[in-house]
């Protein structure tokens, strides 16, 4: 890790993002905990109005091909097709047109949703997905085998694979600009150079809160869902929007529950496994052993009464 | 109360969303019914095709 | 190791045991035959193929994409051949721990069927990785314990390794190793309850996989039932590819078959797919309560919903009475039927977990490039190749004449 944790609380502090470092022990349990210092991000929907400069600032702040001016991004005509995150786009903006004539489009921003309990890193065999402390979910290539379940297992589908790389494909996705956020005062790409501020960086609570009041102050302009307050068992990402999720071209089915719990049952039996099968199949084989002795000696004892009388034989 | 929503399908929010309790009434009735039901034919099918060798 | 073998020159053994004692040139002119040809052509397509994956990537040969991050090279060449390859595991531990000894001539089939097949998968798995010369990562670099492809890949290996050495006596008895094979003979049942248990376990892995897609797996295939209907469905797949197989195999191995008793082989097939049609029976029964774990009903009558109801009666249920129908009228021929309908109905159910209605909800859907189509075609001749090279040398459908069957 560039930094530690509690460098890193001290730094977003003192740069007036966050509240007063909580030092607090290692999250290890599990899905009804309500985290008070993970880093995240609000994005209001009702704010955003397609600029994608937030592209263009991802791509630069991510070493991608970068060769656009930022004018280019201007070019509305890629809204005509429904994009999702790839490996040289780590964020892209769909548009959403509005069914009442005359009102505006919604510009939805997407990306890494950097799950509480992230389906990614339980999915992956060698560990390659960690869930940090101060809220990014990070990838680390050096391990990866390219199994790809990581992208099966992602609620939001957002991992995406660098399938023309023959001999180094990795998965790539946003990592919250974890560098620049360890810095001080440092702030993801897009959330730095979003003219609207349509995006807002700070400690999850915090955004919690914003959203609420945003929600509670301008009913009429908001429905009252924060998406990513609950959705795969929370968040660090969330949304605030005017609209129905669900006709925003977000996923509505992803339940709540953190997706690390839907493996768990199995898990669990793996050892019982282990543990009781030997018992009970060498039971099995010893049952028919013991089974075939007797049957050979009643053979034998009946070959030996055969000759003296007949009543030696039953069965 | 905790709200857990295990149906995948449905919205969140939706007007129709169960307690895990409302969930476990409907399903498990349904499930104990249909392996009794089984049972049944499993008893039927064991005899069906039991057949002595010749 | 002392033996006979030893007596003549590694230039007579060559001879003997490698090309049936013919010539070398003889030996050669002996495979031109009609399947060897096609084979070749398929080679041919196959091989250079494969130098593309390898040196363009998964991009210039599958039609993979983000949305669509397996293939068909997990969907068939994994999920399918992994099912398909479960009678080496039945049929061990219906001989071995059960006492069905009457089952012991198929044991030997099914167990290299199975090892081969293992094999295979994992040559398959290569092709699909992103990486695959990182393959052992999971063992030995990072662990990433709470992962279901964790537990596949290691319940893989290590039942890789315990097929190996439960097919040991055979190779030990071709090469006359005598001490080697009464070692690897000794070990038989631990590696039986061993390789159950492995089984148990991955083959009902390779359903818990798709827990973690809800939504992507259509709600009629996706259940928290899933491990336990893989794991069903692979003990009847895996009894009715050996049913399947022995067809084959005894058509086609005809003298390598030894002395086998034709009515014998028939008493066999006809017990085995009366296990397999008790097995397809409780299948067919987990896949309705399954239905009403989930709450499904309601999508009984969608598009879905139809093809759900074909795979479950027609390549269920059907293949269950077809089943029970050849055991009450004691038709071979019947149970050989059934075995191909059911060895197709738990492949099409692989197929549709993972690619037929894996990501329903889109409408831009994967189908697979002709180049993945050509490698898995490819992977499954060179299996059936492999198969062929070692039945026609070791002793794996009759007994070697040297040898004493052991009972343990």
């Known amino acids: 890790m560039t930094v530690n944790r509690r460098d890193f609380l001290k730094l977003a502090g003192a740069a007036g993002i966050a509240g007063a470092a909580q030092a607090s022990s290692a999250r290890a349990a599990p899905t009804n905990r309500v985290s008070d210092d993970w880093m995240g991000m609000l994005t209001d929907l009702t704010l955003c109005e397609g600029c994608r400069k937030c592209e263009w600032a991802c791509r630069g702040a991510n070493g991608l091909t970068h060769d656009q001016p930022i004018d280019d991004y201007d070019d509305k005509s890629v809204f005509e097709q429904r994009r999702r995150p790839d490996a040289e786009n780590f964020t892209v903006v769909n548009r959403f047109a509005s069914e009442r004539p005359g009102e505006n489009p919604t510009n939805v921003k997407i990306q890494c949703m950097h799950c509480f309990e992230p389906a990614c890193a339980s999915a992956c065999l060698v560990a390659a997905f960690r869930k940090t402390p101060e809220g990014p979910v990070l990838y680390d290539e050096s391990v990866c085998i390219g199994c790809r379940y990581c992208m099966m297992a992602c609620p939001f589908g957002m991992p995406a694979y660098t399938y023309d790389d023959p001999f180094s494909p990795a998965v790539k996705k946003c990592t919250m600009c974890f560098e620049r956020i360890s810095k001080e005062g440092g702030m993801p790409a897009c959330a730095e150079i979003c003219p609207l501020e349509a995006i807002t960086f700070g400690k999850r609570s915090d955004l919690l809160a914003l959203a609420r009041s945003k929600i509670e102050s301008e009913p009429d302009k908001y429905i009252d869902h924060i998406y990513g307050e609950k959705e795969a068992g929370g968040t660090c990402w969330m949304y605030v929007a005017g609209k129905p999720f669900g006709d925003l071209g977000f996923r509505t089915d992803v339940g709540t529950t953190p997706y690390p719990e839907l493996t768990k049952g199995f898990l669990s039996a793996v050892p019982l496994v282990l543990t009781v099968w030997p018992a009970l199949l060498m039971g099995a084989y010893a049952f028919t052993k013991h089974r075939e002795q007797l049957a050979h000696a009643e053979d034998e004892q009946a070959a030996n009464s055969t000759t003296t009388s007949e009543e030696g034989i039953h069965g | 109360m905790r709200i857990i929503r295990l149906k995948i399908i449905k919205r969140i929010g939706d007007a129709g969303m169960q307690t895990l309790h409302e969930y476990m009434m409907e399903t498990k009735a349904t499930e104990y019914i249909l392996a009794v039901i089984f049972l049944a034919t499993f008893i039927v099918f064991w005899r069906f095709v039991r057949v002595e060798r010749k | 190791m002392a033996n006979h073998a030893e007596a003549i020159s590694l230039k007579q053994w060559v001879r003997r045991e490698l090309f049936f004692g013919q010539s070398f040139g003889v030996y050669l002119k002996s495979l031109i035959t009609p399947f060897n040809i096609v084979a070749a052509v398929i080679l041919c397509v196959g091989l250079p193929i494969a130098f593309i994956r390898f040196t363009q990537g998964l991009e210039a040969t599958t039609n993979l994409s983000n949305d669509a991050p397996w293939g068909l090279w997990i969907g068939f ?332």
């Open chain 3, 77 to 408: 060449d994994v999920l399918c051949g992994v099912a398909l390859a479960a009678g080496g595991f039945v049929l061990a531990s219906a001989v071995h721990l059960f006492g069905l000894k009457d089952y012991r001539p198929l044991v030997r089939p099914a167990i290299l069927t199975g090892f081969l097949g293992y094999f295979f998968v994992v040559v398959g798995l290569c092709f699909d990785l992103g990486r695959p010369w990182r393959l052992p990562y999971p063992m030995l670099v990072s662990y990433g314990v709470t992962s279901v492809m964790f537990l596949v890949g290691w319940h893989v290996a290590l039942y890789l390794t315990v097929q190996f050495l439960e097919f040991c006596p055979a190779v030990f008895e071709w090469l006359h190793w005598n001490k080697l094979r009464k070692w690897v003979a000794w070990i038989t049942i631990g590696a039986t309850v061993f390789g159950v248990i492995l089984s148990t376990l991955h083959q009902s892995a390779l359903g818990a996989l798709f827990l973690l897609a809800p939504g992507k797996v259509h709600p009629l295939w996706y259940s928290p039932y899933i491990p336990v209907l893989f794991f069903t469905s692979a003990v009847a797949a895996g009894m009715s590819m050996v049913i399947f197989e022995s067809m084959l195999s005894h058509r086609i191995f005809k003298s390598r078959t030894g002395d086998h008793d034709p009515a014998q082989l028939d008493r066999v097939l006809l017990g085995l797919g009366k296990g397999a049609s008790i097995v397809l029976l409780t299948y067919f029964g987990l896949k309705w309560i399954a239905l009403a774990h989930g709450q499904h009903w309601n999508l009984l009558l969608t598009k879905y919903g139809l093809w759900w109801l074909v795979e479950v009666f027609g390549f269920v249920l059907l293949p269950c009475l077809l089943y029970a129908r050849a055991v009450r009228i004691q038709s071979v021929t019947l149970v050989r039927v059934a075995s191909v309908v059911t060895v197709l109905g738990i492949c099409l159910n692989r197929l549709n977990v993972s690619l037929i209605t894996f990501r329903w909800d889109q409408s831009n859907r994967y189908f697979p490039h002709w180049m993945e189509i050509a490698v898995t075609i490819t992977i499954v001749t060179v299996g059936l190749l492999t198969f062929r090279w070692i039945v026609n040398r070791m002793p794996v459908l009759s007994d070697h004449a040297d040898y004493q069957i052991e009972d343990h």
